[in-house]
């Protein structure tokens, strides 16, 4: 079922570079609306239990230290078509091909520090965003 959310994560890189304000920015004035937000920081336990679904990737050790090595925010947003919509937003998973005037293309510094995390289905926006929220902290 399309639900019109995604979840978003502005990663430790993006919010110790000082791009929480120009990242949120971007995101509204793409016209997106905020559903629920968060300043938090992950483990490396939660957050190797929120990229479960990369642990056999090569990767997968270097994302878990790097995604609990600060705070982030945690957002979920809403807009027509939002996956998909949210995914071009925020451009290719490697900063260096990712389309001018994305937000990776914009904010990110590498591969792996890119800036923000973006769903990739319906399925998984709903589970990343009950990872973060209950049912009390959506509005
Ligand atoms: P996505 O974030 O564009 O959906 P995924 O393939 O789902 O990309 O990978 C999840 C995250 O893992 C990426 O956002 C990035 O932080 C990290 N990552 C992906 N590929 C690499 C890589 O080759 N080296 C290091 N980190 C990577
Ligand atoms: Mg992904």
């Known amino acids: 079922m399309a ?64 995604m609990s090595s600060g705070p982030i925010v945690a957002v979920i947003l809403e807009k027509e078509n939002a996956i998909a919509s949210f995914r071009t937003l925020i451009g290719a998973t490697d900063p260096t091909k990712a389309d001018e005037g994305t937000i990776r293309k914009i904010y990110a510094k590498s591969i792996a520090a890119n800036a923000v995390h973006g769903s990739d289905s319906d399925e998984n926006a709903q589970i990343e965003g009950d990872f973060f929220f209950s049912k009390l902290e959506r509005f």
């Open 3 to 66: 639900t019109n959310r995604t979840f978003t994560m502005l990663k430790p890189d993006a919010v110790a570079n000082g791009y929480i304000g120009g990242i949120l920015k971007m995101i509204n004035d793409a016209g997106f609306s905020i559903i629920a937000m968060k300043y938090t920081k992950l483990s490396a336990a939660t957050a190797g239990e929120f990229y479960e679904i990369h642990k056999e990737r090569p990767f997968y050790g270097e994302l878990v230290s790097y």
